[in-house]
């Protein structure tokens, strides 16, 4: 089992929709969770951090995480064509020096 | 805004050659990363550095060395280039902010295509 799974996809989406992302980890022991954006060609840009079970707000974006199921998901509310792209989802535990990533999901949002 | 910089960004080098590629970070983060990853793939983690003097293999075996003398400045040595590195190297920094945070900032990255 690896240590952070999400679906490659691809995830399609029309304009205007939420798209839903999902990443499962396997170590009960992590604190620290992460979503990035990789764009075609592009380096990974960091959009959310959560590290309470619940949700987190920012903007279009809210990130939720379930300690007891072990998930973390990425919600994109009024998705745009521009939000098209591969999303990673990375784990921390607490005293660890790197973070696990996934293998990314990638979104294609239709116009 | 992450200030990490990467040089060169694009690099096309014959085999056998000794490359250094740069990586350099204003933010004062104390860890450093370097991974690489194939067009389309997931990213390997190849070295990493939670301080000067300090650095550790990755996930990913790599004939690549690197160096961490000061605390910006993390960079990443091919003694003899081959067609199989051929491939993006991204460089990240990281520094806490909460007890347990350790949110990764990305450079732009380099691409290496070895002849």
């Known amino acids: 089992q690896k240590e952070v799974e999400q679906n490659s996809g691809p995830l399609s989406v029309p304009e205007g929709a939420i798209a839903s992302l999902n990443c499962t980890y396997s170590d009960r022991g992590s604190q620290s969770f992460f979503w990035y954006r990789q764009y075609s060609g592009k380096s990974p840009e960091l959009i959310m951090s959560i590290y309470s079970n619940g949700d987190k707000e920012d903007g279009r974006f809210t990130a939720q995480l379930n300690k007891a199921s072990q998930y973390v998901s990425l919600l994109i509310r009024d998705s745009q064509p521009s939000d098209s792209a591969t999303y990673l989802c990375a784990v921390n535990r607490l005293g660890y020096q790197k973070v696990t990533f996934g293998t990314g999901t990638k979104l294609q949002v239709i116009p | 805004e992450a200030d990490i910089y990467q040089t060169p960004r694009y690099l096309v080098i014959g085999t056998g050659k000794k490359i250094t590629l740069e990586c350099s970070q204003t933010m004062g983060h104390d860890k450093m990363y370097w991974y690489q990853q194939d067009p389309g793939m997931e990213l390997h983690l190849i070295h990493y550095s939670y301080g000067v003097n300090s650095t550790e293999k990755g996930d990913l075996s790599s004939e690549s060395t690197v160096s961490r003398i000061r605390t910006e400045h993390f960079p990443l040595t091919l003694e003899s280039a081959r067609p199989s590195h051929t491939s993006q190297y991204l460089c990240?920094?990281?520094?806490?902010?909460?007890?347990?945070?350790?949110?990764?900032?990305f450079g732009p990255g380099t691409r290496l295509t070895v002849t």
């Open positions: 990240a920094s990281s520094g806490k902010r909460l007890a347990g945070a350790d949110e990764q900032y």
